[in-house]
């Protein structure tokens, strides 16, 4: 026969042996929920990368970082997120990108050929936030003639309007501060032997004929990439 101390001891142990299984299957339930209920993507920033500057048609030197992260601020990573340049605004490493555990996505970017403010729009799901760089211009490639051609005043004299040039680079963009070399074939001289491009790319001489009549060839030179590049001016001198 059992004792009447035996079986409080047994009650006992069977109440702890509850208990304990009570709270693992807590344990286990919670763990169950963490597993199936990641964190909702609540925001979305620049993390880094944001109001770099380059050349146009080249890449950014650091990359484009965005975060993704919940109500708490908690990183939530495995959210696609998906890169978008805005119109001229080049192109990027992957069109989207799945956040990683620190909640973060990153993509390279080559910025487009035409030289000013570019844009990027980073958006998953519902969230977006712009991503902006400054794309400047590239090396001088090309000078063309703008405006005081073909004019015609008595020998010796100044010509009524100035000799103008606009230098751009490989894509079109004015160069500014790019050196303009003048000379001439008839013995003219020049407000100054170089001139400087301005924020539009033009450069601008005052011109004087040379003594004797005739045709007066000028030329506006620079270098560009090792090589000269040069337009003409035709001025009468009578």
Partial sequence: MQSPDNSVRFDGVDRAIALMLVALTAAACSSDNATTSPPTPSAIAVSSGSAQTATVNTALSAPVVIAITSASGAPVSGVAVTFTPNAASGSVS??????????????????????????????AGTL????????????????????????????????????????????GNPVANAPVQWSDDAGGTFSSATTLTDANGVATVIYTLGSSTGTADVMASLAAGGSPVTTMFTEIAD
Avoid: H
């Fill in 94 to 123: 992957s069109a989207s990108v799945t956040t990683d555990a620190n909640g973060l996505a990153q993509v390279n970017w080559t910025l487009g050929t035409v030289a000013g403010a570019d844009s990027l729009t980073a958006s």
């Fill in 128 to 171: 977006t936030t712009v991503v902006v760089a400054t794309a400047t211009a590239g090396a001088a490639a090309n000078v063309a003639v703008v405006s005081g051609n073909d004019q015609t005043a008595t020998a010796g004299s100044t010509l009524s309007s100035a000799l103008s040039v606009k230098v751009t680079d490989a894509f």
